[in-house]
């Protein structure tokens, strides 16, 4: 049997939940257990341990930072919570797992990973999608020649969220270009091998906070190579991503940012989630797929690697870039942000919607 993975895991909500159904419902053999759970108050700790058979329950953080007995930690946390909590894993010496984005801007992305090359410390960015079979189907055919040279990338992921919701909250990190779009801007950077871009141009809708509530972005490369990505909170789109190049199409069915089916030139191939315990409840699309993530992450730890291969830590700062580009384009600003815009500030492409 393949060595014991122990894992740790910083917040409780809805994510969290998933990602630990997913983490109970992988083989036996593959000797992987969540051991502790830390909320900030200990009520939710202790009501998250029960649902989920976890043998400790800290009511802060730090707490279970410093337990010893954790060899992976995955935070869960909302978005501007990631980058403190994360510098004091990897000072710790934790490695880490943290959902997407990292953190809220390029600047605080770039301290974090030199901190963990720095500690000699395992860390990846939660860009689960790299992990499922059909992306990974999907960059060996793009490999081969089967569609010939990219020339387009298109990718929509819109879902409906009522008007509180965090992705409309500023103090929660919402947005969609930070909720919803990374998964559009890894997709576009891993198609086209972290290229750098010629233009970069975005149009967006904000709200009274300065959230953007939908955005459109035009990416052009020197190979006249375009990208088109739109995010969307107030409609459900169709959620998927079409390849174009010289020979043929390819599809990543919905949703794509967790895609079980790949459209080929030749036809359909289709991947299905793994099974998971019986009763296991998940909150989004496709979690059950979370148990690729953890696989991935357990074999990275076995080999004693410090990133990983699928999502390097490059790959998250080239994921940052484009994120940020695509809403400092239309004018959108976060607390932690170098960059601040006011109403004197000329030329943004952004219409702010009360």
């Given amino acids: 049997m393949a060595s014991a993975i122990r894992w740790g895991i910083l917040s409780t909500g809805k994510i969290s939940h998933d990602f630990v159904t997913a983490v109970r419902s992988l083989a036996p053999e593959e000797n992987q257990k969540v051991t502790a759970v830390a909320a900030r108050q200990l009520e939710k700790a202790q009501e998250f341990a029960k649902c989920h058979n976890i043998e400790k329950a800290y009511g802060s953080y730090p707490e279970l930072i410093a337990d010893g007995d954790i060899d992976v930690v995955y935070v869960g946390s909302v978005n501007p919570t990631h980058y403190e909590l994360v510098k004091q894993l990897l000072e710790a010496g ?35 999608t790299r992990c499922f079979p059909s992306v990974r189907r999907m960059m060996e055919e793009l490999k081969a020649g089967t569609i010939g040279e990219v020339k387009h990338i298109a990718a929509t992921f819109g879902i409906y969220t009522p008007e509180n919701n965090r992705v409309r909250t500023k103090a929660t990190g919402g947005g969609t270009a930070l909720d919803l779009g990374v998964y559009c801007a890894q997709l576009t950077n891993l198609v086209m091998d972290n290229q750098s871009w010629s233009r970069l141009r975005t149009l967006g809708h904000l709200n009274n906070e300065g959230c953007d509530l939908s955005l459109s972005t035009s990416v052009t490369y020197p190979g006249r190579e375009l990208a088109t990505l739109v995010t969307h909170c107030e409609v459900a789109m169709e959620c998927a991503a079409v390849i174009t190049g010289t020979k043929g199409i390819m599809k990543l069915l919905p949703p794509f940012h967790a895609p079980t089916d790949l459209v080929l030139p030749s036809g359909t191939v289709s991947y299905p989630v793994p099974p998971s315990f ?29 990133e990983s291969p699928l999502m390097s830590l490059y790959d998250t700062i080239r994921t940052a870039e484009m994120v940020e580009a695509m809403r400092k384009s239309a004018g959108v600003e976060y607390p932690e942000d170098d960059f601040h815009f006011d109403s004197s500030t000329p030329s943004f492409n952004q219409d702010c919607c009360m």
């Avoid at 019986?278 to 979690?287: D, K």
């Avoid at 979370?290 to 004693?304: I, P, S």
């Fill in 94 to 128: 934790r490695a880490v797992l943290c959902e997407k984005p990292l953190c809220i801007n390029v600047r605080q992305t770039q301290e974090l990973v030199a901190l963990a090359r720095e500690r000699d410390t395992f860390l990846m960015e939660a860009v689960w």
């Fill in 278 to 306: 019986p009763g296991a409840q998940y909150n989004f699309e496709n979690s059950a797929g979370l148990q690729y993530e953890a696989l991935h992450v357990a074999e990275c730890l076995r080999k004693g690697l410090k």
